[in-house]
T-cell receptor
Framework: DADVTQTPRNRITKTGKRIMLECSQT?????MYWYRQDPGLGLRLIYY???????NKGEISDGYSVSRQAQAKFSLSLESAIPNQTALYFC?????????????FGPGTRLTVL | QKEVEQDPGPLSVPEGAIVSLNCTYS??????FMWYRQYSRKGPELLMY????GNKEDGRFTAQVDKSSKYISLFIRDSQPSDSATYLC???????????FGTGTRLQVFP
């Protein structure tokens, strides 16, 4: 079973629609992240959360919001989708040990906004 | 200028070749360096990580960090078609909460 799951895996929507992408993890990690990946731009951080009551903006948070419903669940919302939000979205989790903040990624959600 | 620079490729090599993938960075505070491998239509998966300068070897893979030059490398020996993927470098420092990723290098190993 996958440790980090994302739903849906693919979504096509129209401009102006509200969209929610969901992420669940069974790794027991306290930290969760949302990234988007675009060709030539790599992975860019949208939001991250270090525990249920801690939410932080990343590099490109405009147009997005998040909710940390539980330690294992972190959802990303696009309140009013626009075409330039078409991208591959990844959720990731991590734990802060003594050496590194290694992140573990979900399989991704491919979002197309028409 | 980006904090982390990585040549996007694509890099195409024959099976059995030695592959060298590289990243440069500008932030001298970075101490932790990682390489992720991403297959098509999959999420990135951690391949190797190193702390500070030096080499780390794991099977056919060797990660190398040269902090004085702000340069990291991943070497793949005896490359296989199954190594065909995009390789992303990532790095962070102890006093920050975020990983900074390179844009990724696409590698194709042909039989």
């Amino acid at each position: 079973d996958a440790d980090v799951t994302q739903t849906p895996r693919n979504r096509i929507t129209k401009t102006g629609k509200r969209i929610m992408l969901e992420c669940s993890q069974t790794k027991g990690h306290d930290r969760m992240y949302w990234y988007r990946q675009d060709p030539g731009l790599g992975l860019r951080l949208i939001y991250y959360s270090f525990d249920v009551k801690d939410i932080n903006k990343g590099e490109i948070s405009d147009g997005y919001s998040v909710s940390r419903q539980a330690q294992a669940k972190f959802s990303l919302s696009l309140e009013s989708a626009i075409p330039n939000q078409t991208a591959l979205y990844f959720c990731a989790t991590s734990y802060r040990d003594s050496s590194t903040d290694t992140q573990y990624f979900g399989p991704g959600t491919r979002l197309t906004v028409l | 200028q980006k904090e982390v620079e990585q040549d996007p490729g694509p890099l195409s090599v024959p099976e059995g070749a030695i592959v060298s993938l590289n990243c440069t960075y500008s932030n001298s505070a970075f101490q932790y360096f990682m390489w992720y491998r991403q297959y098509s239509r999959k999420g990135p998966e951690l391949l190797m990580y190193t702390y500070s300068s030096g080499n780390k070897e794991d099977g056919r893979f060797t990660a190398q960090v040269d902090k004085s030059s702000k340069y990291i490398s991943l070497f793949i020996r005896d490359s296989q078609p199954s190594d065909s993927a995009t390789y992303l470098c990532a790095m962070t420092s102890y006093n920050t909460d975020k990983l900074i990723f390179g844009t990724g290098t696409r590698l194709q190993v042909f039989p």
